[in-house]
T-cell receptor
Framework: QKEVEQNSGPLSVPEGAIASLNCTYSDRGSQSFFWYRQYSGKSPELIMSIYSNGDKEDGRFTAQLNKASQYVSLLIRDSQPSDSATYLCAVKGNTGKLIFGQGTTLQVKP | ETGVTQTPRHLVMGMTNKKSLKCEQHLGHNAMYWYKQSAKKPLELMFVYSLEERVENNSVPSRFSPECPNSSHLFLHLHTLQPEDSALYLC??????????????FGNGTRLTVT
């Protein structure tokens, strides 16, 4: 079982729709969860972090965490073509190591 | 200069060459990292330095040799690489390492091709 698992996609949504990106992790002791966005040919950049169960909202982005189900998601409301990128889920466990998923490619079609 | 800067952006080298990747951070961070990003695979942590001391080496082959002369600079020395080492090599920095939640700031990476 992969430590951090994401569907590689591509996930295709129309402009204006909600994009839902999902991530599961295997280390039940994980405490910190991050979403990075990576445009083609560019480096990953942090867009959201979440540490406790529930929802955390920042503009059009909402991160959702459910530790019991070992599941973290990222919702992007009113998706724009500029949101087209690969979204990396990263999980930090008790060891302090940050483990990345392989990323989900999002395509927002005008 | 802002953030994390990596040079060169692209590198093509033969299997018998020796080359070095350079990373410089202007954020005042204390920890620096090397990651390898291959197509369709998750980011792989290679090395971690905290206050110029190597704190993690994730079973990386000895043909990769890191060097951290100070908290702002990080090098990755390459020699006798294999074609499967072709990948995007990303440098990152953070305020600290370990249990805290300080995020990683990545450089733009070096696209390495081994022929």
């Amino acid at each position: 079982q992969k430590e951090v698992e994401q569907n590689s996609g591509p996930l295709s949504v129309p402009e204006g729709a909600i994009a839902s990106l999902n991530c599961t992790y295997s280390d039940r002791g994980s405490q910190s969860f991050f979403w990075y966005r990576q445009y083609s040919g560019k480096s990953p950049e942090l867009i959201m972090s979440i540490y406790s169960n529930g929802d955390k909202e920042d503009g059009r982005f909402t991160a959702q965490l459910n530790k019991a189900s070992q599941y973290v998601s990222l919702l992007i409301r009113d998706s724009q073509p500029s949101d087209s990128a690969t979204y990396l889920c990263a999980v930090k466990g008790n060891t302090g190591k940050l483990i990345f998923g392989q990323g989900t490619t999002l395509q927002v079609k005008p | 200069e802002t953030g994390v800067t990596q040079t060169p952006r692209h590198l093509v080298m033969g299997m018998t060459n020796k080359k070095s990747l350079k990373c410089e951070q202007h954020l005042g961070h204390n920890a620096m990292y090397w990651y390898k990003q291959s197509a369709k695979k998750p980011l792989e942590l290679m090395f971690v330095y905290s206050l110029e001391e190597r704190v993690e080496n994730n079973s990386v082959p000895s043909r990769f040799s890191p060097e951290c002369p100070n908290s702002s600079h990080l090098f990755l020395h390459l020699h006798t690489l294999q074609p499967e080492d072709s990948a995007l090599y990303l440098c990152a920095s953070s305020q600290r390492t370990g249990e805290d939640n300080s995020p990683l700031h990545f450089g733009n990476g070096t696209r390495l091709t081994v022929t």
